[in-house]
Protein backbone atom coordinates (compact mmCIF):
# COMPACT_ATOMS: atom_id res chain seq x y z
CA UNK A 1 0.00 0.00 0.00
CA UNK A 2 1.49 3.78 -1.09
CA UNK A 3 1.99 6.31 1.55
CA UNK A 4 0.89 9.55 1.30
CA UNK A 5 4.56 10.77 2.57
CA UNK A 6 6.23 9.29 -0.14
CA UNK A 7 4.82 11.55 -2.87
CA UNK A 8 6.09 14.97 -1.90
CA UNK A 9 6.90 17.17 -4.89
CA UNK A 10 5.30 14.30 -7.22
CA UNK A 11 1.78 14.09 -8.44
CA UNK A 12 -1.53 13.11 -7.23
CA UNK A 13 -4.43 12.91 -9.66
CA UNK A 14 -8.10 12.70 -7.92
CA UNK A 15 -10.73 11.11 -9.18
CA UNK A 16 -14.00 13.12 -7.76
CA UNK A 17 -12.31 16.33 -6.93
CA UNK A 18 -15.00 18.21 -6.58
CA UNK A 19 -16.68 16.46 -3.75
CA UNK A 20 -16.53 18.12 -0.64
CA UNK A 21 -13.87 15.56 1.01
CA UNK A 22 -11.79 15.01 -2.11
CA UNK A 23 -12.04 19.18 -3.02
CA UNK A 24 -10.52 19.73 0.98
CA UNK A 25 -7.98 16.83 0.39
CA UNK A 26 -6.75 18.47 -2.77
CA UNK A 27 -5.81 21.52 -1.18
CA UNK A 28 -4.00 19.58 1.95
CA UNK A 29 -2.22 17.79 0.10
CA UNK A 30 -0.98 20.96 -2.32
CA UNK A 31 0.02 22.27 0.93
CA UNK A 32 2.05 19.39 2.03
CA UNK A 33 4.05 20.19 -1.22
CA UNK A 34 2.46 17.63 -4.01
CA UNK A 35 1.60 18.57 -7.22
CA UNK A 36 -2.39 18.08 -7.66
CA UNK A 37 -4.34 17.53 -10.14
CA UNK A 38 -8.25 15.97 -10.61
CA UNK A 39 -10.96 15.33 -12.72
CA UNK A 40 -15.09 15.15 -11.94
CA UNK A 41 -17.84 14.45 -14.29
CA UNK A 42 -19.26 17.85 -14.36
CA UNK A 43 -18.17 21.56 -13.65
CA UNK A 44 -19.23 23.01 -10.33
CA UNK A 45 -18.56 26.20 -7.94
CA UNK A 46 -15.54 23.45 -5.92
CA UNK A 47 -13.95 22.94 -9.63
CA UNK A 48 -14.01 26.36 -10.60
CA UNK A 49 -12.50 26.85 -6.88
CA UNK A 50 -9.81 24.59 -7.34
CA UNK A 51 -8.79 26.16 -10.60
CA UNK A 52 -8.58 29.45 -9.50
CA UNK A 53 -5.91 28.11 -6.83
CA UNK A 54 -3.77 26.61 -9.63
CA UNK A 55 -5.03 22.98 -9.49
CA UNK A 56 -4.99 21.88 -12.97
CA UNK A 57 -9.40 20.22 -13.07
CA UNK A 58 -10.41 18.01 -16.15
CA UNK A 59 -14.19 17.82 -16.62
CA UNK A 60 -15.00 14.26 -17.52
CA UNK A 61 -13.41 11.50 -16.58
CA UNK A 62 -10.93 10.21 -19.31
CA UNK A 63 -7.93 7.79 -19.73
CA UNK A 64 -5.46 10.13 -20.75
CA UNK A 65 -6.28 12.34 -17.15
CA UNK A 66 -3.96 10.45 -15.87
CA UNK A 67 -0.78 9.93 -17.52
CA UNK A 68 2.05 11.18 -16.36
CA UNK A 69 0.36 10.49 -12.29
CA UNK A 70 2.17 9.05 -9.48
CA UNK A 71 -0.38 8.11 -7.54
CA UNK A 72 -4.37 7.96 -8.24
CA UNK A 73 -6.46 8.84 -5.51
CA UNK A 74 -10.38 8.34 -6.08
CA UNK A 75 -13.50 8.47 -3.99
CA UNK A 76 -15.63 5.11 -2.79
CA UNK A 77 -18.44 6.40 -5.55
CA UNK A 78 -15.40 5.50 -8.55
CA UNK A 79 -15.75 2.40 -9.67
CA UNK A 80 -12.83 -0.11 -10.85
CA UNK A 81 -14.49 0.30 -14.31
CA UNK A 82 -13.62 4.21 -14.54
CA UNK A 83 -11.91 4.90 -17.31
CA UNK A 84 -9.04 6.78 -15.35
CA UNK A 85 -8.73 4.41 -13.18
CA UNK A 86 -8.83 0.84 -15.28
CA UNK A 87 -5.99 3.42 -17.27
CA UNK A 88 -4.34 3.60 -13.83
CA UNK A 89 -3.69 0.08 -13.33
CA UNK A 90 -3.33 -0.97 -16.80
CA UNK A 91 0.04 1.27 -16.60
CA UNK A 92 1.02 0.41 -13.13
CA UNK A 93 0.02 3.29 -11.03
CA UNK A 94 -0.68 2.70 -7.87
CA UNK A 95 -4.09 3.35 -6.72
CA UNK A 96 -5.69 4.70 -2.76
CA UNK A 97 -9.17 5.15 -1.77
CA UNK A 98 -9.93 8.66 -0.17
CA UNK A 99 -10.63 6.83 3.06
CA UNK A 100 -7.23 5.44 3.09
CA UNK A 101 -5.64 8.63 2.57
CA UNK A 102 -7.46 10.32 5.24
CA UNK A 103 -6.55 7.65 7.48
CA UNK A 104 -2.61 8.28 6.60
CA UNK A 105 -3.06 12.16 7.42
CA UNK A 106 -4.47 11.80 10.52
CA UNK A 107 -1.51 8.98 11.88
CA UNK A 108 1.28 10.73 14.42
CA UNK A 109 -1.61 13.46 15.91
CA UNK A 110 -2.00 13.17 19.26
CA UNK A 111 -5.28 13.68 19.77
CA UNK A 112 -7.65 12.72 16.90
CA UNK A 113 -11.41 13.16 16.97
CA UNK A 114 -13.38 11.26 15.08
CA UNK A 115 -17.23 12.22 15.00
CA UNK A 116 -19.32 9.66 13.62
CA UNK A 117 -23.00 8.68 13.13
CA UNK A 118 -25.51 8.12 10.85
CA UNK A 119 -26.27 11.94 10.89
CA UNK A 120 -25.23 15.11 12.69
CA UNK A 121 -21.45 14.71 11.95
CA UNK A 122 -21.14 17.83 9.75
CA UNK A 123 -22.43 20.31 12.23
CA UNK A 124 -20.67 18.26 15.35
CA UNK A 125 -17.19 18.15 13.84
CA UNK A 126 -17.64 22.44 12.67
CA UNK A 127 -19.03 22.82 15.72
CA UNK A 128 -15.70 21.11 17.64
CA UNK A 129 -13.30 22.67 15.08
CA UNK A 130 -14.86 26.28 15.69
CA UNK A 131 -14.50 25.94 19.51
CA UNK A 132 -10.83 24.14 19.73
CA UNK A 133 -10.37 27.55 17.03
CA UNK A 134 -11.84 29.78 19.38
CA UNK A 135 -9.75 27.96 22.40
CA UNK A 136 -6.71 29.01 21.12
CA UNK A 137 -5.77 24.89 20.01
CA UNK A 138 -4.32 25.09 16.30
CA UNK A 139 -6.23 22.18 14.99
CA UNK A 140 -6.27 20.40 11.47
CA UNK A 141 -9.78 19.96 10.33
CA UNK A 142 -11.58 17.52 7.79
CA UNK A 143 -15.38 17.93 7.57
CA UNK A 144 -17.81 16.86 4.84
CA UNK A 145 -18.98 20.54 4.15
CA UNK A 146 -18.01 24.07 3.73
CA UNK A 147 -17.71 26.00 6.88
CA UNK A 148 -16.96 29.68 6.63
CA UNK A 149 -15.31 29.89 9.94
CA UNK A 150 -12.67 28.17 8.46
CA UNK A 151 -12.64 28.61 4.95
CA UNK A 152 -14.55 25.19 2.97
CA UNK A 153 -14.33 22.15 4.40
CA UNK A 154 -10.68 21.73 5.25
CA UNK A 155 -8.00 23.46 7.75
CA UNK A 156 -4.47 22.52 8.21
CA UNK A 157 -2.96 23.49 11.66
CA UNK A 158 -0.72 22.19 14.34
CA UNK A 159 0.14 18.18 14.49
CA UNK A 160 -1.49 17.90 17.98
CA UNK A 161 -5.15 17.95 16.90
CA UNK A 162 -7.01 16.48 14.25
CA UNK A 163 -10.91 16.81 13.84
CA UNK A 164 -12.31 14.97 11.29
CA UNK A 165 -15.29 13.53 10.37
CA UNK A 166 -15.79 9.62 10.03
CA UNK A 167 -18.49 8.29 7.54
CA UNK A 168 -19.56 4.70 7.72
CA UNK A 169 -20.42 4.87 3.94
CA UNK A 170 -18.21 1.76 2.69
CA UNK A 171 -16.66 1.11 5.88
CA UNK A 172 -14.24 4.02 5.10
CA UNK A 173 -14.12 4.96 9.04
CA UNK A 174 -12.11 1.74 9.84
CA UNK A 175 -9.32 3.28 7.44
CA UNK A 176 -8.93 5.89 10.44
CA UNK A 177 -7.16 6.10 13.47
CA UNK A 178 -8.75 7.81 16.36
CA UNK A 179 -8.05 8.74 19.83
CA UNK A 180 -11.13 10.23 20.54
CA UNK A 181 -14.49 9.08 19.24
CA UNK A 182 -17.80 10.94 19.13
CA UNK A 183 -20.46 9.00 17.71
CA UNK A 184 -23.98 10.68 17.36
CA UNK A 185 -26.39 8.08 16.08
CA UNK A 186 -26.14 4.66 14.85
CA UNK A 187 -29.39 4.12 12.59
CA UNK A 188 -30.86 2.39 9.65
CA UNK A 189 -28.88 3.87 6.06
CA UNK A 190 -26.52 2.88 3.64
CA UNK A 191 -28.78 -0.50 3.01
CA UNK A 192 -27.00 -0.49 -0.22
CA UNK A 193 -23.90 -1.37 1.71
CA UNK A 194 -24.78 -2.84 5.04
CA UNK A 195 -27.19 -5.92 5.27
CA UNK A 196 -29.29 -4.45 8.41
CA UNK A 197 -28.86 -2.42 11.11
CA UNK A 198 -27.25 -5.61 12.83
CA UNK A 199 -24.40 -5.48 10.35
CA UNK A 200 -24.19 -1.36 10.72
CA UNK A 201 -23.52 -1.87 14.43
CA UNK A 202 -21.32 -4.10 14.19
CA UNK A 203 -18.97 -2.12 11.58
CA UNK A 204 -19.31 0.74 14.51
CA UNK A 205 -18.20 -1.74 16.61
CA UNK A 206 -15.47 -2.29 14.70
CA UNK A 207 -14.33 1.18 14.30
CA UNK A 208 -14.16 2.00 18.33
CA UNK A 209 -12.04 -0.71 18.40
CA UNK A 210 -9.46 0.95 16.36
CA UNK A 211 -9.28 3.41 19.63
CA UNK A 212 -6.09 3.25 21.87
CA UNK A 213 -6.28 1.84 25.61
CA UNK A 214 -6.16 5.87 26.64
CA UNK A 215 -8.57 6.41 24.15
CA UNK A 216 -12.12 8.11 24.70
CA UNK A 217 -15.40 7.25 23.19
CA UNK A 218 -18.25 10.02 23.86
CA UNK A 219 -21.72 8.47 22.80
CA UNK A 220 -25.19 9.78 22.45
CA UNK A 221 -26.86 8.60 26.07
CA UNK A 222 -30.08 8.52 24.35
CA UNK A 223 -29.57 5.79 21.20
CA UNK A 224 -29.73 2.25 22.18
CA UNK A 225 -27.35 1.39 19.47
CA UNK A 226 -24.75 3.39 21.04
CA UNK A 227 -25.31 2.78 24.77
CA UNK A 228 -25.13 -1.24 23.31
CA UNK A 229 -21.71 -0.42 21.78
CA UNK A 230 -20.40 1.99 24.39
CA UNK A 231 -20.95 -1.17 27.06
CA UNK A 232 -19.00 -3.37 25.30
CA UNK A 233 -15.60 -0.72 25.69
CA UNK A 234 -12.59 -1.47 27.49
CA UNK A 235 -11.83 2.58 27.55
CA UNK A 236 -13.16 5.36 29.09
CA UNK A 237 -16.48 6.51 27.97
CA UNK A 238 -18.70 9.20 28.29
CA UNK A 239 -22.39 10.14 27.40
CA UNK A 240 -24.47 13.22 26.70
CA UNK A 241 -28.17 13.74 25.95
CA UNK A 242 -31.59 14.50 27.51
CA UNK A 243 -31.59 11.51 29.43
CA UNK A 244 -31.02 11.87 33.64
CA UNK A 245 -28.38 8.46 33.09
CA UNK A 246 -26.50 10.43 30.64
CA UNK A 247 -23.40 12.50 32.09
CA UNK A 248 -23.51 15.82 29.96
CA UNK A 249 -26.98 16.92 29.91
CA UNK A 250 -28.79 20.11 29.29
CA UNK A 251 -30.50 21.98 32.38
CA UNK A 252 -32.76 24.77 32.78
CA UNK A 253 -33.30 24.30 28.66
CA UNK A 254 -35.71 27.19 27.18
CA UNK A 255 -36.28 27.53 23.44
CA UNK A 256 -36.45 31.25 21.81
CA UNK A 257 -39.07 31.91 19.33
CA UNK A 258 -37.12 30.69 16.77
CA UNK A 259 -36.18 27.27 17.88
CA UNK A 260 -32.70 27.92 19.49
CA UNK A 261 -32.37 26.11 22.37
CA UNK A 262 -30.60 28.20 26.01
CA UNK A 263 -29.18 25.90 28.59
CA UNK A 264 -26.59 25.26 31.18
CA UNK A 265 -24.19 22.31 30.18
CA UNK A 266 -24.19 20.19 33.28
CA UNK A 267 -21.82 16.99 33.84
CA UNK A 268 -23.00 14.63 36.23
CA UNK A 269 -25.75 17.00 37.82
CA UNK A 270 -23.13 20.28 38.19
CA UNK A 271 -23.98 23.23 35.99
CA UNK A 272 -20.79 24.21 34.43
CA UNK A 273 -21.29 27.05 32.00
CA UNK A 274 -24.28 28.67 30.67
CA UNK A 275 -25.26 29.05 26.30
CA UNK A 276 -27.53 30.86 24.17
CA UNK A 277 -26.95 28.79 20.85
CA UNK A 278 -27.69 31.27 17.32
CA UNK A 279 -29.00 27.39 15.16
CA UNK A 280 -32.55 25.94 16.41
CA UNK A 281 -33.52 22.67 16.83
CA UNK A 282 -33.21 19.58 19.69
CA UNK A 283 -30.73 18.28 17.71
CA UNK A 284 -28.33 21.33 17.49
CA UNK A 285 -28.43 21.37 21.25
CA UNK A 286 -27.46 17.77 21.26
CA UNK A 287 -24.60 18.35 18.81
CA UNK A 288 -23.18 21.22 21.11
CA UNK A 289 -23.49 18.39 24.05
CA UNK A 290 -21.23 16.20 22.24
CA UNK A 291 -18.90 19.04 21.27
CA UNK A 292 -18.87 20.28 24.79
CA UNK A 293 -17.71 16.80 25.88
CA UNK A 294 -14.92 16.73 23.56
CA UNK A 295 -13.71 19.62 23.55
CA UNK A 296 -13.21 19.42 27.40
CA UNK A 297 -11.51 15.84 27.07
CA UNK A 298 -8.78 17.96 25.41
CA UNK A 299 -8.62 20.55 28.06
CA UNK A 300 -10.74 23.47 26.80
CA UNK A 301 -12.44 24.74 29.88
CA UNK A 302 -16.25 24.78 29.51
CA UNK A 303 -16.84 28.46 29.76
CA UNK A 304 -14.45 29.30 27.02
CA UNK A 305 -16.46 26.51 25.14
CA UNK A 306 -19.75 27.48 25.67
CA UNK A 307 -18.81 30.87 24.63
CA UNK A 308 -17.54 29.88 21.17
CA UNK A 309 -20.96 27.62 20.69
CA UNK A 310 -22.87 30.74 21.05
CA UNK A 311 -21.67 32.39 18.22
CA UNK A 312 -21.73 29.31 16.01
CA UNK A 313 -23.50 29.25 12.60
CA UNK A 314 -24.26 25.84 10.97
CA UNK A 315 -22.24 25.17 8.03
CA UNK A 316 -23.66 25.63 4.67
CA UNK A 317 -26.58 23.73 3.43
CA UNK A 318 -27.43 22.92 7.04
CA UNK A 319 -30.52 24.84 7.34
CA UNK A 320 -29.36 27.47 5.58
CA UNK A 321 -31.03 30.85 4.73
CA UNK A 322 -30.15 31.50 0.75
CA UNK A 323 -32.97 34.47 0.09
CA UNK A 324 -36.31 35.70 -0.11
CA UNK A 325 -38.19 35.72 -3.57
CA UNK A 326 -41.99 37.13 -3.62
CA UNK A 327 -41.90 37.72 0.49
CA UNK A 328 -41.30 33.82 0.59
CA UNK A 329 -38.15 32.68 2.26
CA UNK A 330 -35.97 29.76 1.00
CA UNK A 331 -34.12 27.64 3.09
CA UNK A 332 -32.14 25.03 2.10
CA UNK A 333 -30.63 21.77 3.86
CA UNK A 334 -28.48 18.84 3.60
CA UNK A 335 -30.74 15.92 4.74
CA UNK A 336 -31.36 13.34 2.40
CA UNK A 337 -32.28 10.36 4.94
CA UNK A 338 -35.49 10.32 6.57
CA UNK A 339 -34.48 11.54 10.43
CA UNK A 340 -32.22 14.53 8.46
CA UNK A 341 -35.19 15.92 6.83
CA UNK A 342 -37.83 15.76 9.60
CA UNK A 343 -35.08 17.47 12.00
CA UNK A 344 -34.77 20.03 8.66
CA UNK A 345 -38.47 20.13 9.12
CA UNK A 346 -38.53 20.76 12.48
CA UNK A 347 -35.68 23.58 12.34
CA UNK A 348 -37.91 25.16 9.15
CA UNK A 349 -41.46 25.08 11.80
CA UNK A 350 -39.83 26.97 14.62
CA UNK A 351 -39.56 30.07 11.85
CA UNK A 352 -42.16 32.75 11.32
CA UNK A 353 -44.08 31.94 8.41
CA UNK A 354 -47.83 31.48 6.78
CA UNK A 355 -47.57 27.76 5.29
CA UNK A 356 -44.45 25.37 5.13
CA UNK A 357 -43.26 23.83 1.86
CA UNK A 358 -40.80 21.12 1.83
CA UNK A 359 -39.13 20.33 -1.32
CA UNK A 360 -37.88 16.82 -1.35
CA UNK A 361 -35.12 15.07 -3.92
CA UNK A 362 -35.04 11.75 -3.09
CA UNK A 363 -31.39 10.27 -2.77
CA UNK A 364 -30.46 6.93 -4.54
CA UNK A 365 -32.82 4.47 -5.48
CA UNK A 366 -31.29 2.01 -2.80
CA UNK A 367 -31.80 4.31 -0.06
CA UNK A 368 -35.60 4.67 -0.83
CA UNK A 369 -36.35 1.39 -1.25
CA UNK A 370 -35.09 0.17 1.63
CA UNK A 371 -36.16 3.21 3.81
CA UNK A 372 -39.50 3.56 1.92
CA UNK A 373 -41.51 3.41 4.87
CA UNK A 374 -39.94 5.85 6.91
CA UNK A 375 -39.97 8.52 3.95
CA UNK A 376 -43.81 8.53 3.84
CA UNK A 377 -43.97 10.41 6.68
CA UNK A 378 -40.69 12.49 7.35
CA UNK A 379 -42.37 15.94 5.62
CA UNK A 380 -45.47 15.40 8.03
CA UNK A 381 -44.90 18.88 9.60
CA UNK A 382 -44.76 20.24 6.22
CA UNK A 383 -48.37 21.61 4.70
CA UNK A 384 -47.18 21.42 0.83
CA UNK A 385 -44.84 18.24 -0.31
CA UNK A 386 -42.88 18.71 -3.28
CA UNK A 387 -41.25 15.34 -4.92
CA UNK A 388 -38.67 15.46 -7.61
CA UNK A 389 -37.18 13.05 -9.76
CA UNK A 390 -34.98 10.65 -7.89
CA UNK A 391 -30.93 11.60 -7.58
CA UNK A 392 -29.40 8.95 -8.60
CA UNK A 393 -25.90 9.67 -7.31
CA UNK A 394 -23.63 6.77 -8.16
CA UNK A 395 -26.47 4.32 -8.84
CA UNK A 396 -28.01 3.17 -12.17
CA UNK A 397 -31.68 3.04 -12.03
CA UNK A 398 -32.55 -0.11 -11.24
CA UNK A 399 -36.46 0.13 -12.92
CA UNK A 400 -38.48 -1.21 -9.87
CA UNK A 401 -38.74 2.56 -7.77
CA UNK A 402 -39.49 5.46 -8.73
CA UNK A 403 -40.35 9.07 -7.13
CA UNK A 404 -43.87 8.77 -8.07
CA UNK A 405 -44.25 5.35 -5.79
CA UNK A 406 -43.52 7.72 -2.54
CA UNK A 407 -45.96 10.22 -4.13
CA UNK A 408 -48.87 7.84 -4.47
CA UNK A 409 -47.72 6.58 -0.63
CA UNK A 410 -47.82 9.95 0.91
CA UNK A 411 -50.98 11.17 -0.45
CA UNK A 412 -52.53 8.06 0.94
CA UNK A 413 -51.80 9.48 4.01
CA UNK A 414 -54.07 12.75 3.75
CA UNK A 415 -51.21 14.86 3.00
CA UNK A 416 -51.24 17.39 0.06
CA UNK A 417 -47.96 16.19 -2.21
CA UNK A 418 -47.29 16.91 -5.94
CA UNK A 419 -45.21 15.46 -7.84
CA UNK A 420 -42.29 18.01 -9.67
CA UNK A 421 -39.40 15.83 -11.56
CA UNK A 422 -37.66 18.97 -12.49
CA UNK A 423 -36.20 21.94 -10.92
CA UNK A 424 -38.39 23.74 -13.44
CA UNK A 425 -41.20 21.74 -12.63
CA UNK A 426 -40.92 22.39 -8.94
CA UNK A 427 -40.21 26.19 -9.32
CA UNK A 428 -43.45 26.99 -11.34
CA UNK A 429 -45.70 25.14 -8.90
CA UNK A 430 -43.93 27.05 -5.96
CA UNK A 431 -44.61 30.49 -7.67
CA UNK A 432 -48.25 29.48 -8.54
CA UNK A 433 -48.69 28.44 -4.86
CA UNK A 434 -46.84 30.32 -2.53
CA UNK A 435 -47.76 33.72 -0.97
CA UNK A 436 -45.52 36.11 0.93
CA UNK A 437 -44.96 34.98 4.40
CA UNK A 438 -44.27 31.26 3.29
CA UNK A 439 -41.52 29.50 3.67
CA UNK A 440 -39.59 26.93 1.35
CA UNK A 441 -37.11 24.52 2.23
CA UNK A 442 -34.97 22.12 -0.51
CA UNK A 443 -33.82 19.23 1.07
CA UNK A 444 -31.21 16.46 -0.56
CA UNK A 445 -27.54 15.65 -0.21
CA UNK A 446 -27.56 15.98 -4.34
CA UNK A 447 -28.07 19.02 -5.83
CA UNK A 448 -31.45 20.19 -5.15
CA UNK A 449 -29.86 23.55 -3.57
CA UNK A 450 -29.10 24.53 -7.15
CA UNK A 451 -33.50 25.13 -6.89
CA UNK A 452 -32.84 28.02 -4.11
CA UNK A 453 -30.26 29.07 -6.72
CA UNK A 454 -32.56 29.28 -9.93
CA UNK A 455 -35.45 30.55 -8.03
CA UNK A 456 -33.51 33.51 -7.16
CA UNK A 457 -31.42 34.38 -9.87
CA UNK A 458 -35.24 34.53 -11.50
CA UNK A 459 -36.28 36.63 -8.77
CA UNK A 460 -39.49 38.51 -8.18
CA UNK A 461 -40.44 39.17 -11.90
CA UNK A 462 -40.51 35.44 -12.98
CA UNK A 463 -42.57 34.45 -16.14
CA UNK A 464 -42.59 30.89 -17.20
Known sequence: ????????????????????????????????????????????????????????????????????????????????????????????????????????????????????????????????????????????????????????????????????????????????????????????????????????????????????????????????????????????????????????????????????????FAFEGKPLAHVQLSVPGEYNAMHALATMAACVEVGVPAGVAAESLGRFAAPHRRFEYTGTVCGVKLYTDYGHNPAEMRNALENASHQPHKRLFAVMQPHTYSRVKTLFKDYIHCCDLADEILITDIFAAREKDPGDIHATMLVDAIAATGKSVHYTPTFDDAEKFLRENWQPGDLVITMSCGDIHMLNAQIQRHGDDYRA
Request: charged fraction near 20%.
Open 1 to 264: MPHIKDYKGKRAHMIGIGGSSMSGLAGMLRQAGLIVTGSDSAASYMTQSLTEQGIGVHIGHHAQNVHGADLIIYSAAISAENPERAEAARLGIPQMERATLLGQLMEGYRHAINVCGTHGKTSTTSMIAEVLLDAGVDPTVHIGGQLDYIGGSTRVGSHETFVVEACEFNASFLQFHPSIAVVTNIEEDHLDFYKDLDDICHAFDRFFELLPEDGVCIGNGDDPCVMKALEKLPVKTVTYGFGKHCQWRPMNLVYNETGCAGFD
